[in-house]
């Protein structure tokens, strides 16, 4: 998954069911986090660096930090999951040929993959 939260939060603003992929995305403004995200997106056929190019409900859409940022303790309080891990409890740490992808706990859920208690 490219985008973590922010795709799930466009997908729902499309309407678009969970094989909806994005394939593009820019950010606006300055500072982090930015103000204004653009992705595009589209459910992919077959496999490799084409299946974008072949896919089907190709969509573009627009959102802001503002957006974001009340989507996100809906979504918890709807999945009873980590908006930053997904639910998983971990996030990459790092990645090297030799070892692959090394995990460590997530940071805002602390390894429960449930959303922090208030």
């Known amino acids: ?9 466009a997908r729902r603003l499309l309407g678009m069911p969970d094989t909806w992929e994005v394939f593009r995305f820019q950010t606006e403004g300055h500072g ?3 103000d204004w995200y653009e992705f595009e997106g589209c459910i992919p056929i077959g496999k490799g660096k084409l299946k974008y190019r072949k896919g ?8 802001s930090r503002e ?8 979504w918890e309080q709807e999945t009873d999951k ?3 891990c997904l639910g998983a409890g971990q ?7 030799e070892t692959g992808t090394r995990y460590r706990p997530c ?12």
């Open 82 to 84: 980590c908006s930053d």
């Open 91 to 97: 996030t990459v740490a790092g990645w090297s040929r």
């Open 56 to 63: 089907t409900d190709r969509a573009h859409v627009m959102f």
């Open 1 to 9: 998954m490219m985008g973590g939260i922010m795709e799930i939060f």
């Open 32 to 34: 982090v986090p930015k």
């Open 67 to 74: 957006q974001i940022d009340a989507f996100i303790p809906q």
């Open 107 to 118: 940071d805002k859920c602390r390894g429960t993959g449930r959303p922090e208690e208030k």
